[in-house]
């Protein structure tokens, strides 16, 4: 879409006698979605349009109305007026694409294939490496500070574990960036309905939580066959309840196709996947509980994954979350009171992230017969 700077459709308009910059017609970037096939006609054109409306890329320039109407009606990219909202999860996202730029354009002596536990990764990252080269780009302060930001990139889904099983620690664990920043996609995209799941996802750009600042403590990473795998002298990292710009495996690496390799993500906790309905459902062997987390100076300490509904994927066995009552594979009914089962886990992340330090629960519980 901003190549319509170039094309000369974004320009200075005039209506009443006042003036608005860089602004579009919107009839005319309906016309120019179609002829440069971003859409097959005018009512996806309209429905890409009203959805850069909805994620706050355009607005109408003169008024505050909410809905793309086409027509004459001038609209204007707020990055071109400095009203793009930058909440944390896309300041990271932004440097992480900085930096994945950066490290592109380097002799590549950091992206190499190598193998973990017996298992090959193309384009691997070896976390004390990166760590070395972000301090030595001045990227980070301290080499302390560094692993903190990779830990962000971590959790907002722009790196990730190859085998998405450990947070980011300094070692000689491999990671791999989730994103290819590269790669130009279609607007169409924007209109998927149905968001592939995490699992399958090359380029979620969303993931949660908060970076820890604690002490060595034993972090529990939880496999789908309920091994119970304990990464010891690692920093404990409590986990914010998404993956923002939030959770330990937020937004991830899904390499890109491009990339020439085999996808390699965590896998869901859930034994099988449940619907809304099911949990519902007369007799179904659920528990409705409410459950208090107080947030500590590092996060809330839990991972939610999926959709409609999401699940807990992680939980910090030392963290606020695990205190407060929360577990593995159970389901989030509402955060603070706003109902979250037709949400995803990224919407449920922000709703914990931008709430307040205290949040009230409600999740499905799976009865143990």
């Known amino acids: 879409m901003f190549r319509l700077h170039e094309e000369r459709i974004i320009k200075d308009r005039r209506y009443h006698l006042k003036t608005y910059p860089n602004c579009f017609v919107a ?23 009203q959805k850069l409306m909805d994620t706050s890329i355009i607005h109408h320039a003169v008024n505050e109305t909410e809905i793309f109407k086409g027509g004459k009606g001038y609209y204007r990219f707020r990055k071109d007026d400095g009203t793009l909202p930058l909440d ?14 950066k490290v592109m354009n380097t002799e590549n002596f950091l992206l190499q294939a ?3 536990d017996g298992v090959k990764y193309d384009r691997t990252l070896l976390a004390s490496q990166f760590v070395d080269w972000l301090t030595l780009e001045r990227e980070a ?12 990139l971590l959790e907002h889904a722009v790196i990730q574990h190859v085998a998405g099983k450990y947070h980011f620690v300094d070692s000689g664990l491999l990671y791999q960036f989730r994103l290819n920043f590269r790669r130009r996609r279609r607007l169409m995209e924007l209109l998927n309905e149905k968001p592939q799941a995490v699992l399958e996802s090359h380029d979620s750009p969303f993931c949660l939580r908060k970076q820890s600042h604690d002490k060595a403590s034993n972090f529990h990473s939880v496999s789908p066959t309920n091994e119970v795998k304990t990464v010891s002298g690692m920093r404990r990292s409590s986990l914010s309840s998404s993956g ?55 996060g809330w300490g839990f991972v939610v994954r999926g959709e409609k509904p999401c699940h807990i994927q992680a939980v910090d066995p030392s963290g606020p979350a695990a205190a407060g009552g929360v577990k593995l594979r159970q389901f989030v009914v509402s955060v603070n009171g706003v109902n979250c089962l037709d949400m995803d886990f990224r919407k449920v992340s922000n709703k914990v992230l931008n709430g307040p330090r205290t949040i009230v629960m409600e999740v499905m519980e799976e009865i143990k017969s």
């Open 88 to 101: 944390q999860e896309v300041k990271v996202f932004i440097r992480g694409q900085r930096i994945y730029e």
């Open 114 to 116: 190598r193998e973990e």
């Open 244 to 298: 923002s710009f939030g959770g330990f495996y937020h937004n991830v690496p899904f390499i890109t196709s491009s990339f020439h390799m085999p996808l390699s993500n965590p896998k869901s906790v859930l034994k099988r996947p449940v619907t809304v309905e099911e949990l519902f459902v007369p007799g179904a062997p659920y528990i409705r509980k409410t459950l208090t987390i107080v947030s500590d100076a590092v």
């Open 27 to 49: 009839r005319e970037a309906v016309k120019w979605l179609i002829e440069r096939k971003e859409a097959a006609d005018k009512e996806i054109a309209m429905k890409l349009m």
């Open 141 to 152: 302060k301290s080499r302390p500070e560094a692993v903190q930001l990779c830990r962000r």
